[in-house]
């Protein structure tokens, strides 16, 4: 069975991917023991995830693999790429890595990952998300974990204190309500801009808007050079996140602000909304935050044409792919622990830290809490996959200096859009061609 989609179907399926839910109870069964062949001892896990966050999986391979003890070395997502190379240099080793999929392209196009075309299990997994991680005809990376998006978080206490009614749903709303909010003692928006790393989202969802619900097509025209990243679509999504900050929406400081500050301040309920990744859900589940009412809205409508859709970006879980360069003896047990790993027990509970609306495995059932129910039904249909997953890593990191300089009131949306269409320039020059 093909697991391959055309390029007109992928475009569909990015950005409706979770669309459909699998119905009934999961089979997700015990695994056989897997052949891990002569290797006893470490395999080293590069990921973007923390190893607290999975015990559970680091126990479960080790009890289904005797002799084999997980090194699980979380780099974060914002670090990935700087701790990778700095374990590469130092030849520490490395076997299997888990990515932000945001990293994909740099390592697959890099010779970093093994080809995965060949796995005799990929008919576990939603067709959009074995596509997401095709590059050049070539699987590079698993699948593993939800899909999963940025939708805009908000306290109802909050818009319950300024006597909003309903779910916000544009960018007048707010500005509307801004003043009011700030003499309760709220900040509009709170975001973690000192991770400069989560910048680009808000130019995901605004480009969305500006070009017409066109956000993946818009952006291949870029990088093959169809299109400048200085046209207006493109700049009109750099105007919409320097008007939030003419507004005064953000909380004060904000490019100061990390994850963990970020998500304080919307907590203990001195910021409104609060603009991250769906995963949130889990942790408030978990958590006990008596000034938090919690709920969420698809990105406010920024844009006058009311018929443009509200989109917001996500992805198709982890990118798990086993390193090109592995040594020869932990080859087959790398190969059978990614096996392990992406399989619907594990996948299941990676699901759950998240309270994941919708599972990169097609057996296993969504989340039943409320909050990813109402995700898998408002936002799922909406999503699109994030388009730093397609930039190159020099576009990624201009628009991240850019977006964070136009917070600060260091540069002007057409200068910001000129600085990242110079670095587009510079790629061309060198001979950059873009491959889907």
Request: glycine share 10%; proline share 4%; no cysteine.
């Amino acid at each position: 069975m093909s697991n391959k989609l055309s390029r007109r179907d992928f475009l569909k399926a990015a950005a409706g991917a979770s669309g459909v839910l699998v119905a009934g109870a999961a089979n997700i069964g015990s695994l056989p023991v897997l052949g891990q062949g002569d290797y006893q001892g470490s395999i080293v896990i590069l990921s973007a995830s923390a190893a607290e966050q999975h015990d559970f999986m680091i126990e479960g391979i080790e009890a289904e693999f005797p002799g084999i003890e997980v090194e699980w070395r979380g780099l974060t997502s914002e670090r990935y790429t700087e701790l990778f190379a700095a374990a590469e240099i130092a030849g520490d080793q490395i076997d299997i890595m888990d990515l932000n999929g945001q990293d994909l392209r740099r390592y697959a196009v890099g010779g970093r990952l093994k080809d995965l075309s060949d796995v005799d299990y990929l008919d576990r997994f939603r067709p959009v998300g074995l596509e997401t991680y095709t590059i050049g005809g070539k699987l590079w990376a698993i699948p593993n974990g939800g899909i999963s998006g940025f939708p805009f978080f908000f306290n109802q206490k909050a818009l319950d204190a300024v006597g909003f009614e309903g779910d916000p749903e544009s960018y007048q709303d707010v500005v509307d309500m801004a003043d009011d909010l700030k003499a309760a003692g709220y900040a509009p928006f709170t975001h973690s801009g000192q991770n400069i790393y989560l910048w680009p989202i808000w130019q995901f969802w605004a480009y969305a808007q500006t070009s017409g619900n066109k956000p993946l097509e818009g952006t291949f025209n870029a990088l093959t050079g169809q299109a400048k990243f200085t046209d207006p679509d493109h700049l009109a999504g750099l105007e919409i996140l320097h008007q939030y900050t003419a507004d005064g929406l953000f909380s004060e400081g904000v490019n100061s602000l990390d994850v963990a500050a970020a998500q304080l301040s919307l907590t203990q309920g001195t910021s409104a909304f609060w603009y991250h990744h769906s995963s949130f859900v889990g942790t408030y589940r978990s958590g006990d935050y008596p000034n938090l009412d919690l709920s969420f809205v698809n990105p406010l409508r920024s844009v006058e044409d009311e018929s443009v859709r509200r989109q917001l970006p996500g992805g198709t879980g982890w990118a798990t792919g086993i390193y090109s360069r592995i040594a020869p003896e932990r080859e087959g047990a790398a190969h059978a622990i990614l096996k392990f790993m992406t399989s619907d027990e594990m996948v299941a509970q990676r699901n759950a830290l998240g309270a994941d609306a919708v599972s990169t495995n097609i057996n296993i059932e969504p989340s039943d809490d409320p909050l990813a129910v109402r995700y898998g039904e408002v936002s799922a249909s909406e999503q699109f996959t994030y388009l730093d997953w397609y930039w190159p890593p020099e576009i990624t990191r201009a628009y991240q200096e850019q977006q964070q300089a136009i917070v600060a009131g260091m540069a002007s949306p057409a200068d910001a859009a000129q600085a990242i269409q110079d670095v587009m320039d510079e790629l061309f020059a060198d001979g950059y061609e873009f491959e889907v």
